[in-house]
């Protein structure tokens, strides 16, 4: 009898578990059920979801790449010389505009995806304004504002870019040579 109890207690409180999501502060989730929105931005703590799912975007900060990685990015430069640098960012998702960013991807993944595009893209169309020697001139700080200002203008509001850092550009070794050369 008390092990039947004990059992009944112990299958209720799984279903009471495996129906919950736990909803950090750290995250901005929106429940939905069939698809719909049901609740926009659910409370911290345990949420009952048992005819409903919770998908959560993290509002700490993200790194790109991800932690001791490193993604080598070709981009032409405006001489035109093809260089491959390596940036790396920092973005969150701005609590204000979740909803939509939810509404136009429904998944972080999704959403990732299309931020990492823009890193790429964004960097990219930067450095087509510069040429190799503004590269590598006094200059050089203002280029991580470049490309930071073009990843946010291709995310539009999606994703806030709070830093951009541009390491280790390398140009083709005849031009490397050249420069050497010349100095």
């Known amino acids: ?3 039947g109890i004990v059992m009944l207690v112990m299958v209720a409180l799984l279903a009471f578990f495996t129906g919950c999501t ?10 939905t059920r069939f698809g719909k929105v049901v609740t926009d931005h659910m409370q911290t703590g345990m949420a009952m979801t048992v005819f409903s ?7 700490t900060d993200v790194n790109f790449p991800s932690q001791g990685n490193t993604e080598q990015i070709e981009a032409q430069t405006a001489d035109p010389v093809t260089v491959t640098g390596d940036v790396g960012v920092v973005y969150a998702y701005d609590p204000a505009s979740v909803n939509g960013v939810f ?7 999704a959403a990732e995806i299309e931020i990492l595009n823009a890193i ?3 960097y990219r169309t930067a450095l087509a304004g510069w040429t190799v020697a503004d590269i590598f001139s006094n200059r050089r700080s203002e280029l991580s504002d ?6 946010q203008r291709k995310l539009g ?3 806030m870019i709070k830093r951009a850092y541009v390491r280790d550009i390398k140009i083709p070794k005849t ?3 050249a420069r050497i050369g010349a100095v």
């Open 53 to 59: 799912e919770a998908t959560c975007f993290p509002l």
């Open 157 to 159: 509001n999606l994703a």
């Open 103 to 109: 509404i136009a991807k429904r998944t972080p993944a």
């Open 146 to 151: 470049s490309v930071r200002a073009h990843i």
């Open 1 to 3: 009898m008390i092990g």
């Open 175 to 177: 031009i490397e040579d």
């Open 22 to 31: 736990k909803v950090d502060q750290t995250d901005y989730c929106i429940e």
């Open 120 to 122: 790429r893209e964004g």
